[in-house]
């Protein structure tokens, strides 16, 4: 019973079913997990032990009345944007500190109806954005585990749960997947809803997944999408997207296309060599790779990215830097001052921007199963006070598209690299088949030292 908590999302739906352990076996092994390693860590914002104790006695006696959920008894750790009924949801912020919501996010709601354990709230930056929380990553403590969806990475990363949520607006699921050596999942745009997460861009915001491999992944988000009355921006017609994301064996091996963005210059040299590997490995598996360039129009992409989120960001949060200015950061309260500058026909361009450039990723993925890229320029950087940078996640970012992220080697000082694949929108059963047959052939299977 001392190891549950290395168990993934599928094996510990297996173990409970088999009735080889309990789900409060399996809460308080992370539990124990938690104390041990955390300390140095820091991953939680806000964590009751007891509380998750209780909630996994319920989980517990829910399955012995036969009511078992999709994710039944599986704990879950929640980034602290996304509200948590009766639990305190601090944004990263001050200015947050006295709020505790009401009424808990409909993903929340998703996860509570599918038996999942919220386990706790993960560390977040300062509103989602640029400061960092206290966290730090599992791989080295000198160094980032990337934002905002910092504690998310780092809690699935130090199995302190198989899987947890977060939210992304430019890289802030990717990246710190990718720093943190685990499967990050972004969903197509509208998958899942938004509604009791907070707003920062309400064209770019999506909740994505942390998860230790494809399949956890897949099953976590189904069990998070559907239509919500109360999101006007999530999805009503789901005729494309499968019910429940099962990413099954490929019949043939799959067609990708290697692209090195407008930012590949940016890449560090061991990230560059890792991609290059990593398409060696996949074409000597058989996988059709192509090396391609975007369309000429995707290199003012960037731009089109940064005018749309300061517009909206800086709405978002005007209201409160006008009560609070001295409680929130000198980063977020530039983010405000400049995007408040932001006249309303740029904002309108950079919209209609957009809507040509998903245009032309549709036409560009039609001949492909998916896009090969990086999900970062390399290895988490040495400091705490930056949380890197996203360049390699705007683009897709930009176009709603579904992204995964899969640890695909160790770089110079020893931390990971990754590989991100993008697919067609609402392609996403697609993309987690063609992840899952790349992880196979990539086969990266190390753990953080901190964990020893």
């Avoid at 999900?375 to 995964?404: H, K, N, Q, S």
């Amino acid at each position: 019973m001392g190891e549950l908590h290395h168990l993934g999302v599928k094996e510990a739906l297996y173990g409970l079913s088999e009735g080889r352990f309990t789900c409060e076996d399996l809460v308080r092994d992370c539990l124990v997990q938690i104390a041990k390693i955390d300390p140095k860590i820091e991953a939680w914002a806000w964590l009751k032990s007891e509380a998750a104790l209780e909630r996994a006695r319920e989980a517990d006696r829910h399955r012995k009345a036969g009511k078992n959920g999709a994710l039944q008894g599986i704990p879950i750790g929640v980034k602290d944007i996304i509200d948590v009924q009766g639990v305190p949801t601090r944004m990263g912020s001050t200015a947050f500190e006295d709020y505790m919501p009401s009424m808990s996010a409909r993903a929340v709601r998703r996860l509570d109806e599918a038996g999942a354990v919220m386990l706790g709230k993960t560390v977040t930056a300062e509103l989602a954005y640029y400061v960092p929380g206290k966290t730090r990553n599992p791989w080295n403590l000198a160094h980032t585990p990337g934002g905002s969806s910092s504690g998310s990475a780092a809690a699935v990363a130090a199995r302190f749960v198989p899987a947890a949520i977060g939210t992304q607006t430019n890289g802030s699921v990717i990246r710190p997947a990718a720093f943190c050596g685990v499967v990050g999942y972004k969903p197509s745009a509208g998958l899942i809803s938004r509604a009791g997460v907070l707003v920062f861009s309400h064209t770019l915001d999506q909740v994505g997944v942390f998860a230790r491999n494809v399949p956890d992944a897949a099953v976590v988000a189904s069990a998070l999408m559907g239509h919500a009355q109360d999101d006007p921006d999530s999805l009503s017609d789901f005729a494309m997207v499968p019910k429940v994301l099962d990413p099954k064996p490929l019949f043939q091996p799959p067609r990708l296309a290697a692209v090195r963005t407008p930012a590949w210059s940016l890449a560090d040299a061991g990230a560059q060599e890792n991609f290059t590997h990593s398409i060696a490995l996949l074409r000597k598996s058989g996988a059709g790779v192509e090396t391609v360039m975007l369309p000429d129009a995707f290199s003012q992409a960037h731009e089109v990215h940064r005018t749309i989120m300061q517009y909206e960001g800086a709405r978002s949060f005007a209201h409160l830097q006008a009560q609070q200015r001295e409680r929130l950061s000198a980063e977020i309260n530039r983010l405000i001052d400049e995007g408040l500058l932001i006249e309303e026909p740029a904002y309108h361009a950079a919209l209609e921007s957009r809507t040509r450039l998903r245009g032309e990723l549709g036409d560009f993925m039609n001949r492909y199963d998916a896009v090969l890229t990086l999900p970062a320029r390399g290895e988490a950087p040495a400091t705490l006070m930056y949380t890197g940078d996203p360049v390699f996640c705007t683009i897709w970012t930009l176009c709603g598209a579904p992204a995964i992220t899969l640890p695909s080697g160790l770089g110079a000082n020893g931390l990971p690299l990754g590989l991100q694949l993008i697919g067609g929108y609402l392609q996403d059963a697609r993309l987690l088949q063609v992840a899952q047959w790349c992880g196979l052939k990539l086969g990266f299977h190390h753990s953080p030292p901190e964990l020893n």
